[in-house]
T-cell receptor, first 109, second 113 residues
Framework: GQNIDQPTEMTATEGAIVQINCTYQ??????LFWYQQHAGEAPTFLSY??LDGLEEKGRFSSFLSRSKGYSYLLLKELQMKDSASYLC??????????WGAGTKLIIKP | TAGITQAPTSQILAAGRSMTLRCTQD?????MYWYRQDLGLGLRLIHY???????GKGEVPDGYSVSRANTDDFPLTLASAVPSQTSVYFC????????????FGEGSRLTVL
Protein backbone atom coordinates (compact mmCIF):
# COMPACT_ATOMS: atom_id res chain seq x y z
CA GLY A 1 0.00 0.00 0.00
CA GLN A 2 0.91 3.63 -0.21
CA ASN A 3 2.01 5.40 2.93
CA ILE A 4 3.17 8.81 4.05
CA ASP A 5 4.63 9.15 7.56
CA GLN A 6 5.25 12.36 9.43
CA PRO A 7 5.32 13.16 13.16
CA THR A 8 1.97 13.97 14.70
CA GLU A 9 3.10 16.97 16.70
CA MET A 10 6.22 19.05 17.29
CA THR A 11 7.02 21.95 19.59
CA ALA A 12 9.58 24.67 18.95
CA THR A 13 10.57 28.07 20.32
CA GLU A 14 10.00 31.40 18.63
CA GLY A 15 13.12 32.46 16.73
CA ALA A 16 14.49 28.92 16.52
CA ILE A 17 14.74 26.42 13.64
CA VAL A 18 12.60 23.32 13.24
CA GLN A 19 12.79 20.41 10.81
CA ILE A 20 9.66 18.40 9.97
CA ASN A 21 10.38 15.04 8.40
CA CYS A 22 8.30 13.07 5.92
CA THR A 23 8.95 9.54 4.68
CA TYR A 24 6.96 7.93 1.92
CA GLN A 25 6.28 4.65 0.18
CA UNK A 26 4.23 5.14 -2.96
CA UNK A 27 3.52 3.56 -6.31
CA UNK A 28 5.78 5.73 -8.37
CA UNK A 29 6.87 9.28 -7.71
CA UNK A 30 6.03 12.47 -9.55
CA UNK A 31 6.82 15.10 -6.99
CA LEU A 32 6.47 15.91 -3.29
CA PHE A 33 4.55 18.83 -1.86
CA TRP A 34 4.36 20.64 1.44
CA TYR A 35 1.24 22.56 2.46
CA GLN A 36 0.55 24.71 5.51
CA GLN A 37 -2.82 24.58 7.22
CA HIS A 38 -3.80 26.90 10.04
CA ALA A 39 -6.48 25.62 12.39
CA GLY A 40 -9.93 25.92 10.85
CA GLU A 41 -8.55 27.06 7.51
CA ALA A 42 -7.76 25.58 4.11
CA PRO A 43 -4.34 24.17 3.23
CA THR A 44 -2.07 26.52 1.28
CA PHE A 45 0.84 25.51 -0.94
CA LEU A 46 4.36 25.94 0.45
CA SER A 47 6.81 24.01 -1.70
CA TYR A 48 7.35 21.41 -4.41
CA UNK A 49 10.29 19.06 -4.94
CA UNK A 50 10.68 16.67 -7.84
CA LEU A 51 14.49 16.39 -8.03
CA ASP A 52 16.85 15.55 -5.18
CA GLY A 53 18.17 18.46 -3.21
CA LEU A 54 17.14 21.56 -1.36
CA GLU A 55 14.61 24.15 -2.48
CA GLU A 56 14.76 27.40 -0.56
CA LYS A 57 11.98 29.95 -0.34
CA GLY A 58 12.55 32.65 2.23
CA ARG A 59 12.41 31.26 5.76
CA PHE A 60 11.19 27.90 4.46
CA SER A 61 13.26 25.22 2.72
CA SER A 62 12.31 21.75 1.55
CA PHE A 63 14.65 18.84 0.89
CA LEU A 64 14.11 15.65 -1.07
CA SER A 65 15.95 12.34 -1.35
CA ARG A 66 14.11 10.07 -3.76
CA SER A 67 16.39 7.09 -3.12
CA LYS A 68 15.56 7.24 0.60
CA GLY A 69 11.89 8.13 0.17
CA TYR A 70 12.49 11.08 2.45
CA SER A 71 11.81 14.78 2.62
CA TYR A 72 11.97 17.47 5.24
CA LEU A 73 10.61 20.96 5.64
CA LEU A 74 12.92 23.37 7.41
CA LEU A 75 11.50 26.48 9.03
CA LYS A 76 13.93 29.16 10.19
CA GLU A 77 13.47 32.17 12.45
CA LEU A 78 10.21 30.78 13.72
CA GLN A 79 7.36 33.18 14.30
CA MET A 80 4.19 32.66 16.29
CA LYS A 81 2.21 32.74 13.04
CA ASP A 82 4.04 29.58 11.94
CA SER A 83 1.93 27.63 14.42
CA ALA A 84 -0.03 25.39 12.05
CA SER A 85 -0.21 21.91 10.65
CA TYR A 86 2.21 21.01 7.86
CA LEU A 87 1.02 18.46 5.34
CA CYS A 88 3.32 16.32 3.21
CA UNK A 89 1.90 14.91 -0.03
CA UNK A 90 3.37 12.75 -2.78
CA UNK A 91 2.10 12.55 -6.34
CA UNK A 92 2.13 8.93 -7.44
CA UNK A 93 2.48 7.28 -10.85
CA UNK A 94 -1.20 8.00 -11.59
CA UNK A 95 -0.66 11.68 -10.78
CA UNK A 96 -2.85 11.38 -7.70
CA UNK A 97 -1.79 13.05 -4.46
CA UNK A 98 -1.25 10.82 -1.42
CA TRP A 99 -1.40 12.85 1.79
CA GLY A 100 0.22 12.43 5.15
CA ALA A 101 -1.87 13.07 8.27
CA GLY A 102 0.02 16.28 8.94
CA THR A 103 2.37 17.55 11.65
CA LYS A 104 0.95 20.01 14.13
CA LEU A 105 3.66 22.57 14.96
CA ILE A 106 3.33 24.46 18.22
CA ILE A 107 5.47 27.56 18.64
CA LYS A 108 6.18 28.74 22.18
CA PRO A 109 7.40 32.24 23.07
CA THR B 1 -10.00 37.35 -6.78
CA ALA B 2 -12.47 34.92 -5.23
CA GLY B 3 -10.54 31.74 -6.16
CA ILE B 4 -12.63 28.84 -4.94
CA THR B 5 -15.91 29.34 -3.11
CA GLN B 6 -17.61 26.61 -1.12
CA ALA B 7 -21.10 26.63 0.37
CA PRO B 8 -22.34 26.08 2.95
CA THR B 9 -19.47 26.66 5.38
CA SER B 10 -21.20 24.59 8.00
CA GLN B 11 -24.25 22.31 8.09
CA ILE B 12 -25.96 19.92 10.47
CA LEU B 13 -27.86 17.19 8.67
CA ALA B 14 -30.15 14.40 9.82
CA ALA B 15 -29.12 10.91 8.79
CA GLY B 16 -30.91 9.76 5.66
CA ARG B 17 -31.29 13.25 4.24
CA SER B 18 -29.60 14.37 1.05
CA MET B 19 -27.20 17.28 0.79
CA THR B 20 -25.27 19.04 -1.94
CA LEU B 21 -22.05 20.90 -1.21
CA ARG B 22 -21.41 23.58 -3.77
CA CYS B 23 -18.02 24.51 -5.20
CA THR B 24 -17.29 27.25 -7.71
CA GLN B 25 -13.94 28.46 -9.03
CA ASP B 26 -13.14 31.49 -11.12
CA UNK B 27 -9.60 30.56 -12.12
CA UNK B 28 -10.60 28.56 -15.23
CA UNK B 29 -8.75 25.54 -13.87
CA UNK B 30 -9.40 22.26 -15.65
CA UNK B 31 -8.95 19.88 -12.73
CA MET B 32 -11.11 19.92 -9.60
CA TYR B 33 -11.21 17.70 -6.54
CA TRP B 34 -13.26 16.90 -3.47
CA TYR B 35 -11.45 15.82 -0.32
CA ARG B 36 -12.58 14.98 3.17
CA GLN B 37 -10.38 15.69 6.17
CA ASP B 38 -10.80 13.75 9.41
CA LEU B 39 -8.79 14.04 12.61
CA GLY B 40 -5.64 11.93 12.51
CA LEU B 41 -5.99 11.09 8.83
CA GLY B 42 -4.58 12.68 5.73
CA LEU B 43 -6.79 14.34 3.17
CA ARG B 44 -8.70 11.63 1.33
CA LEU B 45 -9.85 12.08 -2.24
CA ILE B 46 -13.55 11.46 -2.80
CA HIS B 47 -14.01 12.33 -6.48
CA TYR B 48 -12.15 14.31 -9.06
CA UNK B 49 -12.65 15.83 -12.48
CA UNK B 50 -9.81 16.40 -14.94
CA UNK B 51 -11.93 18.54 -17.22
CA UNK B 52 -15.53 19.62 -17.74
CA UNK B 53 -17.74 16.67 -18.65
CA UNK B 54 -15.56 14.02 -16.99
CA UNK B 55 -15.38 12.73 -13.43
CA GLY B 56 -13.52 9.97 -11.64
CA LYS B 57 -13.60 8.11 -8.35
CA GLY B 58 -11.03 8.75 -5.69
CA GLU B 59 -10.05 6.79 -2.62
CA VAL B 60 -13.39 7.05 -0.75
CA PRO B 61 -16.20 7.58 -3.29
CA ASP B 62 -18.96 5.46 -1.73
CA GLY B 63 -22.02 7.48 -0.71
CA TYR B 64 -20.99 10.49 -2.78
CA SER B 65 -21.61 11.64 -6.33
CA VAL B 66 -20.35 14.57 -8.39
CA SER B 67 -21.05 16.27 -11.68
CA ARG B 68 -19.02 18.65 -13.84
CA ALA B 69 -21.37 20.35 -16.26
CA ASN B 70 -18.99 23.27 -16.83
CA THR B 71 -15.47 24.40 -15.93
CA ASP B 72 -16.44 26.49 -12.92
CA ASP B 73 -18.78 24.28 -10.87
CA PHE B 74 -18.16 20.96 -9.16
CA PRO B 75 -20.94 20.06 -6.69
CA LEU B 76 -20.70 17.09 -4.31
CA THR B 77 -23.92 15.27 -3.39
CA LEU B 78 -24.61 12.97 -0.48
CA ALA B 79 -27.71 11.04 -1.51
CA SER B 80 -28.52 9.63 1.93
CA ALA B 81 -26.22 10.92 4.64
CA VAL B 82 -24.80 8.66 7.36
CA PRO B 83 -22.97 9.68 10.56
CA SER B 84 -19.62 8.43 9.17
CA GLN B 85 -19.84 11.23 6.61
CA THR B 86 -19.38 13.77 9.38
CA SER B 87 -16.22 15.54 8.28
CA VAL B 88 -14.71 18.69 6.86
CA TYR B 89 -14.96 18.74 3.09
CA PHE B 90 -12.53 20.68 0.92
CA CYS B 91 -12.94 21.46 -2.74
CA UNK B 92 -9.74 22.16 -4.67
CA UNK B 93 -8.59 22.94 -8.19
CA UNK B 94 -5.33 22.85 -10.11
CA UNK B 95 -4.29 24.37 -13.39
CA UNK B 96 -3.85 21.14 -15.27
CA UNK B 97 -3.69 17.38 -14.96
CA UNK B 98 0.03 17.41 -14.21
CA UNK B 99 0.21 20.64 -12.22
CA UNK B 100 0.87 20.05 -8.57
CA UNK B 101 -0.28 23.15 -6.83
CA UNK B 102 -3.77 22.84 -5.47
CA UNK B 103 -5.92 25.79 -4.55
CA PHE B 104 -8.40 24.97 -1.80
CA GLY B 105 -11.76 26.38 -0.84
CA GLU B 106 -12.34 27.33 2.76
CA GLY B 107 -14.03 24.05 3.59
CA SER B 108 -17.50 22.87 4.52
CA ARG B 109 -17.98 21.37 7.96
CA LEU B 110 -20.74 18.75 7.83
CA THR B 111 -22.24 17.03 10.87
CA VAL B 112 -24.59 14.10 10.30
CA LEU B 113 -26.71 13.15 13.29
Amino acid sequence: GQNIDQPTEMTATEGAIVQINCTYQTSGFNGLFWYQQHAGEAPTFLSYNVLDGLEEKGRFSSFLSRSKGYSYLLLKELQMKDSASYLCAVRDSNYQLIWGAGTKLIIKP
Amino acid sequence: TAGITQAPTSQILAAGRSMTLRCTQDMRHNAMYWYRQDLGLGLRLIHYSNTAGTTGKGEVPDGYSVSRANTDDFPLTLASAVPSQTSVYFCASSGGEHTGELFFGEGSRLTVL
